[in-house]
């Protein structure tokens, strides 16, 4: 009788948060599917592997310093890892091509973050199926490709990309270094073997995904929110969660908490932590706040030098913690909006619970997330951005209580519904399955 082969693949983050826990919720996803799954980490944030045990965790060592880590300096962190990832993960696919063959398996594919364009010759080279998963919305890597072409024209920065309204040029990002645009170029010249995987949905990016399809020519599997799908998967926080916050918002009305929490890598300074402080106490606005470890030396310290109305304020109808468990937070009936840097994430995760945003991007996709929040789906609210207790007072108030606010939790609770029925029966359902078959389809 003969010994059924198994396909196991092999999934490749970068070492960022944003970035391991999607592809962990893929790997979730694909482990359900029946598909024996291998992560390749590198040392640094690397996930618990007692959180996931149906997978195999292999260490990768791609040399980043902790200074390197710690600068923020994404630019220089990709261009590393680009350049030290190819010897380590080679040595290492190889010996698992290796060992598959004595286990009675197969290599069936290697799925990569996009991050990563240099995993692409690896996989060529030793003859792999290859997928890349983006954990960007699907429009912006559209905007690279409009950069390219801002750079062959004259247009001013307050038009509108004809391709992309309503975003405009000043929406899009500024390649302002030749590291930063080598780096776009090779993520442009990218072809996956089968195809590119989109934690997104049709129903919020159909147009951009026709338009990526047909730039690139390769198969587009649109198979998001991975976390609605991945239901069952393990935290892969890099920071303890704190629950003790789920137990105060089941003591708050319906609706009645805004959410702030500027994901983890963004900040403010302590004088701007001092003016939000301001703001919200200001806006009679209950609150759930996540300050993280590192934001300020001492938080404990810093809530003593505020004036007493504002501690008051804070005891009387705020919860301040490290860290929260977000996607339980945003699904709980108490929260009624969301403070965010517009992280791609983050946004998912707010529009899945029909929570609609008040927009504070910071950096890299973060612009086009909140622009396509509060023009395209009208569900964020822009404000000025200014970090000042009276701008922080007005735009909490906008969003958590006047008419306006009101409207944008009905249309995002419409869109929750349309992207529920996406991955139930829906394009993103329909698209995992594609996905699966031509895996399995390349391996017959």
């Not at 592809?23 to 690397?46: E, P, R, V, W, Y």
């Not at 962190?77 to 010996?95: F, G, Q, R, Y």
């Not at 030749?178 to 049709?202: D, E, W």
């Not at 005891?315 to 992280?343: D, M, N, T, Y």
């Amino acid at each position: 009788m003969e010994t059924q082969i198994r396909n196991r693949l092999v999934l490749i983050p970068p070492p960022f948060q944003g970035h391991i826990t999607p592809m962990l919720q893929l790997a979730t996803i694909l482990h359900s599917k029946g598909f024996s799954i291998t992560i390749a980490h590198d040392n640094f944030n690397s996930p618990n592997p007692s959180n996931h045990p149906n997978f195999s965790f292999l260490p990768l060592f791609y040399g980043l310093s902790e200074t390197q880590i710690s600068s923020k300096n994404f630019v220089d962190i990709t261009a590393t890892l680009n350049a030290k990832c190819v010897s380590p993960l080679k040595e290492l696919l190889v010996d698992q091509i290796e060992k598959a063959n004595m286990n009675h398996e197969k290599i069936a594919c290697v799925i990569y973050d996009g991050l990563m364009y240099s995993i692409e010759s690896v996989a060529r080279e030793l003859k792999l199926a290859s997928i890349i998963l983006r954990v960007t919305c699907a429009t912006n890597l559209l905007t690279y490709h409009a950069v390219v072409q801002r750079q062959s024209t004259d247009c001013m920065s307050l038009d509108m990309v004809p391709e992309l309204e309503p975003l405009g040029f000043k929406d899009l990002p500024m390649l302002n270094s030749h590291v930063m645009q080598q780096q776009i170029a090779k993520t442009l010249a990218v072809r996956p073997s089968l195809g590119v995987i989109y934690n997104t949905v049709n129903c919020l990016e159909g147009k951009s995904l026709h338009r990526l399809h047909e730039l690139y020519k390769v198969n587009v599997f649109p198979i998001g929110p991975l976390h609605m799908i991945a239901e069952d998967s393990s935290s892969s926080s890099c920071v303890e969660e704190d629950y003790s916050c789920i137990g105060w918002l089941n003591n708050q009305a319906t609706k009645s908490v805004l959410y702030v929490s500027l994901g983890s890598i963004a900040s403010w300074d302590e004088k701007e932590l001092t003016e939000v402080a301001w703001g919200l106490a200001n806006s009679k606005q209950k609150f759930l706040w996540v300050i993280r470890p590192g934001t300020i030396n001492d938080v404990s310290e810093w809530l003593e030098s505020l004036p007493k109305e504002v501690k008051v304020a804070i005891e009387e109808r705020g919860c301040i913690v490290k860290w929260a468990p977000q996607r339980e937070v945003l699904a709980h009936q108490g929260v009624g909006g969301f403070w965010s840097h517009c992280g791609w994430n983050s946004t998912l995760e707010s529009l899945c619970e029909g929570v609609p945003i008040m927009c504070q991007p910071h950096f890299g996709d973060q612009g086009v997330n909140a622009r396509l929040l509060s023009r395209v789906w009208k569900v964020g609210l822009e404000w000025s951005n200014v970090i000042e207790r009276n701008e922080v007072e007005r735009a909490v108030r906008r969003l958590m209580v006047n008419e306006e606010g009101k409207e944008m939790a009905q249309r995002a609770f419409k869109l929750k519904n349309e992207i529920k029925l996406a991955v139930k029966a829906g394009s993103s359902y329909d698209a995992l399955n594609g996905m699966v078959d031509s895996i399995l389809s390349v391996n017959l």
